[in-house]
């Protein structure tokens, strides 16, 4: 399955954005979809995951309330909506895929190439 994250951009602290991530190649349907990030000079980490039919979900804490994850597997596209963003939030979102659940972005085997969020203070 191929990925193709988009949505990112310069926002004010407290904005909005959504992400997306669309895939093509292979019905999404078949896997369990995860968003990650990078900030500069970072470790890449976890955002948020869903599972397979969209009936689980998990967070970092760091994002827990602010933002949402979701997917439409009708139009082969997942979603990261980020609501109440800061400064801190500032990074590289990737999506990833992968047929089994999980927190970690070592177990995804598929990973879009990136789109920048800058959140301005």
């Known amino acids: 399955v191929q990925l193709q994250a988009s949505g990112g951009g310069l926002v004010q602290a407290g904005d909005s954005l959504r992400l997306s991530c669309a895939a093509s190649g292979r019905t999404l349907s078949s896997y369990a979809m995860g968003w990650f990030r990078q900030a500069p000079g970072k470790e890449r980490e976890f955002v948020a995951a869903?599972?397979?039919?969209?009936?689980?979900?998990d967070y970092a804490s760091s994002v827990k309330g602010r933002f949402t994850i979701s997917r439409d597997n009708a139009k082969n596209t997942a979603y990261l909506q980020m609501n109440s963003l800061k400064p801190e939030d500032t990074a590289v979102y990737y999506c990833?895929?992968?047929?089994?659940?999980?927190?970690?972005?070592?177990?995804?085997?598929?990973w879009g190439q990136g789109t920048l969020v800058t959140v301005s203070s």
């Open positions: 869903i599972g397979r039919s969209g009936g689980s979900t």
């Open positions: 990833a895929a992968n047929p089994i659940y999980s927190l970690h972005s070592r177990y995804y085997d598929y």
